[in-house]
């Protein structure tokens, strides 16, 4: 790592950049590209992730759909319909969204199979939700509100989109989840690393920045340690590729691993 980006580091780590002007935060931004940082945590924070959702939006994105009966929504693996096209479904798909929010993702579901969907958010988001829901007797729609509860259900296909890497208890979820999944687990926009070290930790705590003024935190996994847990219970890698849907700066990393990626990796058993 250069001596420059242990400077950048320094100055994203300690909330420095927020005392800079406004103008300077966006070179910085612009010039160096960073991302995320690393810190020497142990665990995400508590109430680590705000809420992001806009119910206006997400009303929009109804009467869109309306009109044009098509998702326009942004997505973390814009071509999953793609992949769930090719896969072998036999019935109806349950289908458990974790971290999901677009309501015109759903409706793209049900105009190109049979679904029965699930979501899984925070409890601002759903709350939400469920008045569209409600509103316009979206059938099938299925909220869920305690984390609990997901595992009353199997499902043929689990969709994680940019989302396991901001539970502090992601490895329980993940067991959990493999209880329940049928078939095949997707987990896109995950950040993997690998290095030649050994007794490399199985998980780094970042500091996500992308998004000043708004905050998070999220884990980075050590790819061999993530999907051992996978591997252990028989799963199978379908396929693994780099995400398409953002080009992430690592270069503030390097002294820490000698690869990574911002990844989508498809499972099946």
């Known amino acids: 790592m250069s001596s420059i980006h242990k400077l950048i580091n320094k100055i994203y780590l300690n909330n420095i950049i927020l005392k800079f002007p406004r103008l300077l935060q966006n070179k910085l931004k612009k010039k160096f590209n960073i991302y995320f940082i690393p810190t020497i945590l142990n665990r995400l924070p508590n109430f680590n ?14 009467k869109k759909f309306h009109l044009i009966n098509q998702q326009t929504s942004l997505m973390t693996c814009p071509y999953l319909i793609q992949i769930l096209s090719i896969l ?14 677009n309501i015109d993702f759903y409706l793209e579901l ?27 007797n979206l059938k099938d729609f299925n909220i869920i509100f305690n984390i609990s509860d997901i595992y009353r259900n199997k499902y043929e296909f689990v969709n994680l989109g940019s989302s396991i890497q901001y539970f502090n208890n992601y490895e329980e979820i993940v067991e ?16 993997f690393y690998n290095s ?25 996994f050590n790819r061999k ?42 499972l099946s058993k």
């Open 176 to 191: 959990n989840i493999i209880k329940v999944s049928k078939k095949y687990i997707f987990f896109s926009g995950i950040h």
């Open 225 to 266: 340690s993530f999907l051992k847990i996978f591997l252990k219970k028989k799963y199978s890698i379908i396929f693994e590729k780099k995400n398409v849907t953002d080009n992430i700066n690592y270069k503030n990393f390097v002294n820490l691993f000698n690869y990574s990626q911002y990844t989508d990796i498809l």
């Open 110 to 136: 049900k105009k190109k199979f049979k679904v029965r969907y699930y979501i899984f958010n925070q409890k601002e988001v759903l709350e939400k939700l469920k008045k569209i829901k409600i509103k316009n």
């Open 49 to 62: 992730h705000p809420i992001i959702f806009n119910l206006t939006y997400q009303k929009k994105l109804l």
């Open 88 to 101: 072998p479904f036999k019935k109806i798909i349950n289908f458990l969204d974790i971290g999901g929010e």
């Open 196 to 220: 030649k070290k050994k007794n490399l930790r199985k998980f780094l705590v970042v500091k996500q920045v992308n998004l000043l003024p708004t905050i998070l935190y999220c884990y980075f």
